[in-house]
């Protein structure tokens, strides 16, 4: 026991170690830290002194982390999670009132469930509701006032200066590999349904040299993906569906944007639970470099 308590995970080790790993390396974990490269060197060293292991690999070209690095930042992640739970819990100021936002069905199968789990606990003076959309119903939604804000896709240079962005994924053309197109056939067009951005991307600028012949309509992802699987036509999907035997195409069919995905607010809305909950939501992104799928 007391060799137990002579031994510490100092939280901000801990929240440098994690750093390194979402920002891909020391140097940037630093800036990112706000810290001289040296003063998250001397934690990390710290912590390895503490635990009598290696944690980071220093051989050229080999992982990043060591075994026990990658077992610790598991623990660090929870560890992290509850320590700032624990510190917004006690110093929060009350907060109240009603949130009603908007979720594409991208964000809504992600962790966002447990981290508006978490904010309720915090503040349960707020009730927090959702609706999840395509994001060009949400974006109509914010214009009439219908929702306080909602997490969106758009294309990255339709960013407006007040929306937050929480990270930025790439939109590919995807096919199965035993999909055999001719040259001078249709392309045959797996599409999400009109109120798409992608969908009407693709048929606004996406055929000027190449004709799409919608073979199949979906408003799932999941749906679009199974599709692709199942060698029925080329589909529009971002980096986080594509998986398995899929096969990014590169000719015959123009480069599509990037994406970002977004929070945007109603123009109204401007209050303190909202504003919480953005800095949650931003947060736990920015930890993690993105929003993980679930199920």
Known sequence: MNELNSRRLEIDALRALSAIRQHGGITKAAAALGLSQSAVSHKIKRLEVSLD??????KSGGPMFTAAGEDLLDYAGRILELHD??????????????????????????DLARIFGRFRRLHPNVTLRTKVRMSLVLRAMLERGEL???????????????????????????????LMIGKDEP?????????????????????????????????????????????????????????????????????????????????????????????EIVRVVGRHGGLALTG
């Open 85 to 110: 739970e624990a510190m917004i819990s006690l110093s929060k100021t009350p907060l109240a009132g009603r949130l009603l936002l908007g979720l594409t069905e991208d964000t809504a199968c992600t």
């Open 187 to 279: 392309i045959p067009f797996l599409s999400f349904d009109d109120e798409c951005f992608y969908r009407q991307w693709a048929l606004d600028i996406g055929q000027v040299d190449t004709v799409l012949e919608t073979v199949f309509e979906c408003s799932s992802a999941a749906g679009i993906v199974s599709a692709v699987n199942a060698t029925m036509g080329v589909a529009l999907l971002s980096d986080r569906h594509i998986h398995g035997e899929m096969q990014i195409m590169t000719d015959r069919l123009p480069m599509p944007p990037s994406l970002a995905y977004v929070v945007r607010r109603a123009r109204r809305s401007r209050n303190q639970a909202l504003e919480s909950l953005i800095v």
């Open 148 to 178: 306080d804000a909602a997490i969106v896709q758009v294309f990255s240079h339709e960013v407006r200066p007040n929306d937050v962005v929480l990270y930025r994924e790439k939109l590919h053309w995807v096919k199965h590999p035993e």
């Open 53 to 58: 292991c290696a944690l980071l690999g220093r």
